[in-house]
């Protein structure tokens, strides 16, 4: 997961944890960076035709931004109903997105959309010391 520039910008970290830890996550990785705009390139690589793909580098790479690993039972899909839809007009009452997202682009937090993603995301931010799930 990633908590976006806006996440930090309107000092929702602390809500956005918590809700993960009332969740049932586990936290096995957490740490705050600031993305080159080539690493949002890259990251976001497979976004690279989309009409959105040029501002959302652009903003991901604006300040800083918080990733982290987080681990329970079908992790990628329970994410994902925690947080809602892209657009925060979509998402459902109760997710993060719906609470804490300014718009579609500036929305709050990230999710892998696979667990084959998800092991890639991973593996592009950390290494294996700094994973901890035992
Ligand atoms: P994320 O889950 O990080 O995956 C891709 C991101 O692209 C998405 O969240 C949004 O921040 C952004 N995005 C997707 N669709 C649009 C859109 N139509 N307009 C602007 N940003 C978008």
Request: charged fraction near 30%; charge should be neutral; glycine fraction near 6%.
């Amino acid at each position: 997961m990633i908590l976006k520039p806006d996440t930090i910008i309107n000092k929702h970290i602390g809500h956005i944890i918590t809700k993960i830890e009332e969740n049932g996550f586990k936290i096995v990785g957490l740490k705050l960076i600031r993305m080159s705009r080539k690493d949002a390139e890259k990251f976001y690589e497979v976004h690279k035709e989309r009409p959105f793909y040029n501002d959302l580098c652009n903003y991901m790479s604006s300040g800083p931004v918080i990733v982290g690993v987080l681990e329970a039972e079908n992790a990628v899909q329970k994410w994902r109903d925690l947080i809602g839809a892209t657009d925060p007009k979509e998402a459902k009452e109760g997710t993060i997105r719906k609470l804490y997202a300014t718009n579609k682009e500036a929305n709050a937090v990230h999710g892998s959309d696979s667990v084959e993603n998800a092991k890639k995301e991973i593996s592009y931010f950390f290494s294996e010391r700094e994973l901890s799930s035992d």
